[in-house]
């Protein structure tokens, strides 16, 4: 069984930088993919980033690439989130999960929450103007 615990969310002001946790036990051979999704207060959950567990590829939502960045410390079984220049429609609960592409992963089949098996508590993040 996967476990995966988030940290790192806080209050910050817009501007500043933050970088999010995603620690990783159990069931190793479980998954391929990491992800970060977020869900803001009256909004679906929505994907923010990924990354291949064994190439370290990166996927992102079109609009935050260039602002956040997805990394993996495999030694550590840590994913981490760089979130940078944050505003407050950054505001959201962000979460972290493990997932399979049965096929060749790409940032389409890696946004898909079905793809998805374990998900973290979630952390949140909140950016004040």
């Known amino acids: 069984q996967v476990q995966l615990v988030e940290s790192g969310g806080r209050s910050v002001q817009a501007g500043a930088s933050l970088r999010l946790s995603c620690a990783v036990s159990?069931?190793?051979?479980?998954?391929?993919?990491m992800g970060w999704f977020r869900q803001a207060p009256g909004k679906e959950r929505e994907f923010v980033a990924a990354?291949?567990?064994?190439?370290?590829?990166?996927y992102y939502l079109d609009s935050l690439e260039g602002r956040f960045t997805i990394s993996r410390d495999s030694a550590r079984n840590t994913v981490y989130l760089q979130m940078n220049s944050l505003k407050p429609e950054d505001t959201a609960v962000y979460y972290c999960?493990?997932?399979?592409?049965?096929?060749?992963?790409?940032?389409?089949?890696?946004?898909?929450?079905?793809?998805?098996?374990?998900w973290g508590q979630g952390t949140q993040v909140t950016v004040s103007s």
């Open positions: 159990g069931g190793t051979f479980s998954y391929n993919v």
């Open positions: 999960a493990a997932g399979r592409v049965s096929h060749t992963i790409t940032t389409m089949s890696a946004s898909r929450e079905n793809n998805y098996d374990y």
């Open positions: 990354i291949s567990r064994s190439a370290g590829s990166m």
